[in-house]
């Protein structure tokens, strides 16, 4: 006896977000320090708000860490040199404020509940905010682009060294 199945439902369900921020980056030391952040996720029908509240929260606080502080680096050959958790910079809670959330509630079409799903829904758009809202701080600076993550001594060469009028 043989059997083989495929679920490949026509229509899906997607939770929409969009997230703003406000950082203060110390020009002498390089700290960046999100002083808020806030998101309008759309989740569809909120089945239980406590729990999808948290969902939110934890899918904002990984990627704000991905951002500003989580570096994982290899050798050459392939050996993690930063190996324990105080080497790899991870982000930890009380290093964030809570995120500040609005759902919008409106359901989801394609689902008889109408809820849409919360389960990475502040993850997208908060890698995203602090660095643009950097970015964005650092540009009358003329300031390098900077790449994730964003640690202080990045900053700190950022800000050191303007970019040429060609590579503005």
């Keep these: 006896m043989e059997e ?8 899906r369900t997607f939770p929409n977000r969009v997230f703003v921020g406000a950082i203060e ?18 989740v569809g029908t909120l089945s239980d708000p406590l729990v999808v509240e948290g ?4 899918g904002v606080a990984q990627p704000i860490g991905q951002a500003l502080v989580e570096w994982v680096v290899s050798d050459q050959r392939g050996q993690l040199p930063t190996g324990s958790r105080p080497d790899d910079g991870l982000q930890r809670a009380a290093d964030l ?23 990475r829904s ?36 950022a800000i050191a060294t303007p970019r040429t009028a060609e590579a503005a």
């Design 122 to 157: 502040g993850a997208t758009g908060a890698t995203a905010a602090p660095i643009d809202t950097l970015s964005d701080a650092l540009g009358p600076l003329h300031a390098e682009r900077i790449d994730v993550p964003a640690m202080p001594e990045r900053v700190s060469r």
């Design 97 to 119: 404020k809570p995120a500040g959330t609005l759902f919008d509630t409106v359901p989801g079409a394609h689902d008889p509940s109408g809820v849409k799903g919360a389960g």
């Design 4 to 11: 083989d199945a495929f679920d490949d439902p026509p229509e």
């Design 55 to 58: 969902r939110v929260q934890g």
């Design 25 to 42: 980056a110390d020009a002498d030391t390089g700290t960046v320090t999100v002083d808020r952040l806030s998101g309008a996720c759309c």
